[in-house]
Nanobody, 121 residues
């Protein structure tokens, strides 16, 4: 079994910062891309940022320059540093990992349970 557990969400004023973390545990052979998504009330889930095993990153246009994704391959963790937060960043944030649980298994996506981020104006 594989588990992804997020932490670090909360309530912050506009202009503030939060750091989200996500730790993958269980039967893990290798992790490919790790990512953060978010879903605001009444909206579809959207991709916020991705990071490859080698550290290459991509970002949603609206968070470029404010958010930074990083990962620790040795600890199977991914982080999202969020600065200059805006009320429109309010959402539930989910981490996702594309990983293989064994040498002979195919890569699959695993999701965390989500963490609430609320930015007040």
């Amino acid at each position: 079994q594989v588990q992804l557990v997020e932490s670090g969400g909360g309530l912050v004023q506009a202009g503030g910062s939060l750091r989200l973390s996500c730790a993958a545990s269980g039967s893990i052979f290798s992790i490919n891309i790790m990512a953060w998504y978010r879903q605001a009330p009444g909206k579809q889930r959207e991709l916020v940022a991705t990071v490859t095993t080698g550290g290459s990153t991509n970002y949603l246009e609206s968070v470029k320059g404010r958010f930074t994704i990083s990962r620790d391959n040795a600890k199977n963790t991914v982080h999202l540093q969020m600065n200059s937060l805006k009320p429109q960043d309010t959402a539930v944030y989910f981490c996702k990992a594309n990983l293989r649980s064994s040498l002979f298994s195919r890569p699959m996506d695993y999701w965390g349970q989500g963490t609430q981020v609320t930015v007040s104006s």
